[in-house]
T-cell receptor
């Protein structure tokens, strides 16, 4: 079955620690995205990648980093520079050959900083 | 800017019809998406409108007016499982980047 997976589902970290969130897709999609969602709010774009070895900052990239070494994988690192990292993180992918192609989302990772 | 505005919450009765509105600034978007998100879960795709008018898909319909920067999602024969957030989203031309509204939380009561 094709899909997009994220791990872990719940993650706890201490202040000052970096943590990496995994995102893998086997949909053969070129484009991948990371969003952050805070309670009662919409999705805010952190980073996105249109193709392997290329990525762009979204609206709230400060304190985050990504890599795109493989088409299937787009890990997100939350660094200690991120002031308020507790949130629900969603990864998505899409086939970029048409504008009307929707994004497919992973199940999300809920990060809590203790 | 590309602000997208939606009502924060709505309540409707099981079996009824509800319309969720979305307004946005008109420049830059190529069509409009609607997604459904149940609490604690990932958003799932509902509809995409690129031309003006109404697109019907079962119990759900979506309308777009590009000149007015206005869209709505119409849900008919409401069921309890329709209780969720509904996100309006605008893709920039090219589709590489999409801006999401804050979402409308719909509560369906018996």
């Amino acid at each position: 079955d094709g899909g997009i997976t994220q791990s872990p589902k719940y993650l706890f970290r201490k202040e000052g620690q970096n943590v990496t969130l995994s995102c893998e897709q086997n949909l053969n999609h070129d484009a991948m995205y990371w969003y952050r969602q805070d309670p009662g709010q919409g999705l805010r774009l952190i980073y996105y990648s249109q193709i392997v070895n290329d990525f762009q900052k979204g609206d709230i990239a400060e304190g985050y980093s990504v890599s795109r070494e493989k088409k299937e994988s787009f890990p997100l690192t939350v660094t200690s520079a991120q002031k308020n990292p507790t949130a629900f993180y969603l990864c998505a992918s899409r086939n970029r050959d048409r504008v009307q192609n929707e994004q497919f989302f992973g199940p999300g990772t809920r990060l809590t900083v203790l | 800017g590309q602000n997208i505005d939606q009502p924060t919450e709505m309540t409707a009765t099981e079996g009824a019809i509800v319309q969720i509105n979305c307004t946005y600034q008109t420049s830059g978007f190529n069509g409009l998406f609607w997604y459904q998100q149940h609490a604690g879960e990932a958003p799932t795709f509902l509809s995409y409108n690129v031309l003006d008018g109404l697109e019907e898909k079962g119990r759900f319909s979506s309308f777009l007016s590009r000149s007015k920067g206005y869209s709505y999602l119409l849900l008919k024969e409401l069921q309890m499982k329709d209780s969720a957030s509904y996100l309006c989203a605008g893709p920039y031309t090219g589709g590489f980047k999409t801006i999401f509204g804050a979402g409308t939380r719909l509560f369906v009561k018996a």
